[in-house]
């Protein structure tokens, strides 16, 4: 009997038919399935579970008396209990390394539609209204030769930095517990506090992944020391950030205007208040994807999957303390 994988949403269609020659699949596409009968029914069977964001937590665990691993198709996991799949022995995985480089373009290109306004113009002239003299209050900024900051300078933020520097020649701030002297020799990147990073950028960027630690860490005293003329982009999570206090700093002219790519609550709701502002560019959390990249993503976490169930390391373990298991 082939082991039973339960496969949950964004895992590519090539990846799954070569999943089918091994395992027996179940397939889920929508959020927050617990209660449903036919995904109740399989997690009691299920081996393996492969997909993107799907909330692993001890109420769905206590349901899953055979699971060995849960492979997340993104290199964020705050959607899984890490302690309580460890406790168990359940092995967890991540798709590190194959999205930095999509990802940092899109968050690039949010800072860049951003900074020049380009989703608001082009509006302007798909809706007739393009008016031969642009007027002042629909200029952008300027991007190149400007100081970007970084908070969260891992693989993501290396990635945007890279792009910064060489693309753009601006100089680089970054913040994170740990220096990393690889990028500082690289791009010329210069490490700093929080609230210094904050107050000296023009534009500033989260790439942190969502933690306890992380939670909120842009609220309305962050917002404060940032420059009024400067540009907030959240590539990250949206819970490591207050919507609310970033409402208020947009519209109370704190900061210039953001771009998120990320919200709280995913979809976010059609009334959230931000959406109602001029100064925000807003993405459908699409930093990873493309065609190839999700393919990528979606080859590692099979390759993840597959070794865990045939009791060999993942390549992206991340209760690395589970190993020899
Ligand atoms: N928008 C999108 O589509 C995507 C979003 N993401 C998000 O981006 C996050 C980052 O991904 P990636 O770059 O691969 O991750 P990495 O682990 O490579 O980098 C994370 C960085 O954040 C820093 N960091 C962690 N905690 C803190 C903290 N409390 N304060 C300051 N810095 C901190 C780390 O440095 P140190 O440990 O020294 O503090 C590290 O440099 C993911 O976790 C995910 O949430 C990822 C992919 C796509
Ligand atoms: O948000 C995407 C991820 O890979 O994490």
């Not at 209050?137 to 400007?146: A, E, N, S």
Request: proline share 4%.
């Amino acid at each position: 009997m082939k082991p039973k994988i339960l496969v949950y949403m964004r895992v590519d269609d090539r990846v799954i038919k070569e999943l089918e020659k091994n395992y027996d699949l179940t397939s889920f596409q929508n959020h927050e399935y617990i209660g449903n009968r036919a995904f109740d029914q399989a997690l009691k069977e299920t081996d393996g579970i492969i997909g993107l964001a799907l909330k692993v937590n001890k109420e769905l665990l206590d349901l899953a008396p055979n699971l060995k691993i849960v492979s997340n198709v993104s290199v964020g996991y705050d959607n899984l209990d890490i302690k309580e799949l460890t406790k168990r022995k359940i092995m967890a995985t991540n798709t590190p390394g194959v999205l930095d480089d999509t990802t940092a373009d899109a968050i690039f290109g949010l800072l860049l539609s951003t900074a020049r306004r380009i989703p608001e113009l082009d509006h302007v002239v798909k809706a007739g209204k393009w008016d031969i003299s642009l007027q002042p209050d629909q200029y952008g900024v300027d991007v190149h030769h400007k100081t970007l900051g970084i908070i969260g300078m891992g693989n993501i933020g290396r990635a945007i930095a890279q792009r910064a520097h060489f693309g753009f020649g601006m100089d680089i701030l970054y913040h994170n517990r740990s220096r990393n002297i690889e990028v500082e020799q690289q791009y010329k990147a210069t490490y700093c506090e929080l609230d210094d990073l904050l107050n000296q950028s023009d534009f500033v960027c989260l790439m942190v992944p969502a933690t306890n630690d992380t939670y909120k860490m842009m609220s309305a005293a962050e917002f404060k020391k940032m420059k009024k003329t400067a540009i907030f982009i959240n590539g990250s999570r949206g819970k490591n950030v207050d919507e609310d206090a970033l409402y208020h700093a947009l519209k109370n002219g704190d900061i210039h205007a953001a771009g998120v790519d990320v919200f709280e609550q995913e979809p976010t709701n059609p009334n959230n208040p931000l959406l109602q502002l001029k100064n925000i560019v807003t993405l459908p959390h699409i930093g990873s994807s493309t065609t190839e990249c999700e393919f990528n993503m979606s080859k590692l976490a099979a390759k993840n999957l597959h070794a865990g169930l045939s009791r060999k390391k993942a390549p992206s373990l991340i209760n690395e303390e589970l190993w020899p298991i």
